[in-house]
């Protein structure tokens, strides 16, 4: 069993979210890979993050409320497929987990190991998901920098950060070395 679990670290690759399909996560599945992603160090008990788990439509809806939108006022000249892109980035998976590291005060634990502990999670839940047979990625494109897409998945502008997104579906074809 040991050697399995050091197997599987040292062979494990990301499936790019480009190249997968959005495939169908099992519910139950992914209740396994959310309980695993919190087991994560956190000094402290802090629980300094809060996972969104964006499924469904709501990929549609804040691809175009939120990351077309905000791609078209800082490139209004960009080409249509390149827009294409943009308005399709969440829908690449059946199953896309937000980390926002969303720090609190604490008299004696600095900021910076909550953030560390919210980079934990990124990594424990695309372990879990990959460890279950699925196409995983942990991605921080460009949209995890803006405040808009942190408001609408229920972060504090000037407080919390997001994480990472973690993308999860089906794999295509196996990944690259």
């Excluded at 407080?159 to 973690?166: C, K, L, P, Q, W």
């Amino acid at each position: 069993m040991q050697s399995q679990f050091i197997d599987f670290l040292t062979t494990r690759r990301s499936v790019t979210a480009k190249t997968m399909a959005p495939g169908k996560v099992d519910p139950n599945h992914l209740d396994q890979i959310l309980t695993a992603g919190i087991r994560v160090p956190d000094h402290g008990a802090l629980k300094p993050w809060k996972l969104v788990v964006i499924t469904g439509d709501t990929r549609r809806k804040l691809d175009e409320d939120v990351i077309l939108s905000e791609f078209r006022l800082a490139n209004p000249d960009a080409k249509p497929e390149v827009e294409a892109v943009e308005h399709g980035r969440l829908q690449r998976a059946d199953v896309v987990i937000a980390v926002l590291s969303s720090p609190v005060e604490h008299p004696s634990i600095v900021e910076w190991e909550m953030h560390l502990s919210a980079g934990a999670v990124c990594t424990t839940l695309l372990y879990a998901a990959q460890s279950l047979g699925y196409a995983a990625q942990w991605l921080t494109e460009w949209y995890a920098y803006n405040d808009r897409m942190l408001e609408a998945l229920g972060g504090r502008v000037g407080t919390d950060r997001i994480a990472g997104f973690i993308y999860i579906g089906e794999k295509v074809k196996p990944p690259i070395e």
